[in-house]
């Protein structure tokens, strides 16, 4: 049987990013730049004024300064002209002089300070239309409060890289370099059909032997959390006909997600069905609790050529216990869908950290074990605590968890205090 982190690489090396489209920047949020960005302007444009105050020459602090002892040091300057946002300077700054400039103006010429407002007083003075300011600061160093132009983004500068995950503040940058559209990776369409003759949907009480679909609803709120085009296939029975024709459809996203019908039962139809519709077996059966059962193949293509995007398509066949299928979505179909999108390879890993065990933990070593765990931020460093589970039918224990504890095959006993990897959830 294959490994966790084998089963990892074979999944990698079938995914690759879809192709790429434009699409307007309110639409980006959340996908993967296809493109790398590059900015059309020095940011800020001109040497800017930090705070709202007065642009000065510092020289005229230090030859002005009253140094005497216990007297305060007092300037003053005539005020030649008020600069608001969205306006420009009209005049230099002289010896003896100041402008009044708001925060984001370019600063004068001739001044090569800003002293802040609160630093300041201001007097009405006969033939000086706009007065006197008098500072009860000498403490001016050339610079201060100016933000010298292109500090933050130089003309031409690579500001966003292709493969970059588009957030709020991407988008603030694409935003700044005066961007109305971009170009990201098209978003997975990923399909979910759960299977079994035993599911019914949720809005039924189930009747003898019968059990709600769990899986379909959760899978498909799995896709949507990766910003995946999710199409719902409704329920798969046990039964190769319809199996067929339901997994057809599937063929056509770019990743089918099924669950149950993949282990040793005798209705378990799954895997025979893929392979008559020439879905290539990858691997079958990973190292590890819950989601032994895992089936991985891929299709023949899905054939959108609307697009020009003839793809094949990614086939996760999870195990049906609700949880299992939880933790092989994490680990296997996560990935899988963000290099889809556009992520870059080497940052799709499902993420992973270490915390100390809060209280002593025995689990059966025979495989390595996802058990869902509490991670706790404390100040001192996180702590992690393996929540209350009865095992893989058991989704109402995975409420209790954010993270998925890693026990590796091998070992049983751990002690409070120990050093474990997990994953966390969200
Ligand atoms: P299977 O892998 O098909 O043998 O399914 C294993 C067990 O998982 C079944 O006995 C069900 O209890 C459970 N199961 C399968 N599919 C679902 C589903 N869609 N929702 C909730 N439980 C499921
Ligand atoms: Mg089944």
Redesign the pocket.
Known sequence: MITVEQATEYVAQYASPNVPQSVPLEDALNQFLAEDIFSDLDVPSNDQSLVDGYAVRAADFSQRVHREKGVACSVQLEVVEEVTAGNVPAFRVESGRAVRVMTGVRVPDGADAVVMVEESSWQQEAGLPLGVAHFNTCEVVAGQNIMPRATSVRYGQLVLSCGKRIRPAEIAVLAQVGRTDVRVFRRPRVAVL???N??IDGGFVPGPGK??????PMLAACGKQLDADVLDLG?GRDEPEQLRNLIERGLSADVLVL?????A?TL?LVPAVLEELKVRQVFHKVNMKPGK?LWFGVGNGNKDNANNDDRSTLVFGL????VS?FVCFHLFVRPAIRRLSGQAAGEVGVPKCSALLAQPFEVAADRTTYHPARIDWSETGPTLTPVLWHGS?DSRGLVDANALAIFPEGTGYYEAGQRIFCHPLD
């Open positions: 759960p299977t079994g035993e599911l059990i709600r679909n769990t899986n379909g329920i669950s149950g019908g993949v282990s039962g378990d059962p195990p049906g216990n609700p299928s039918g």
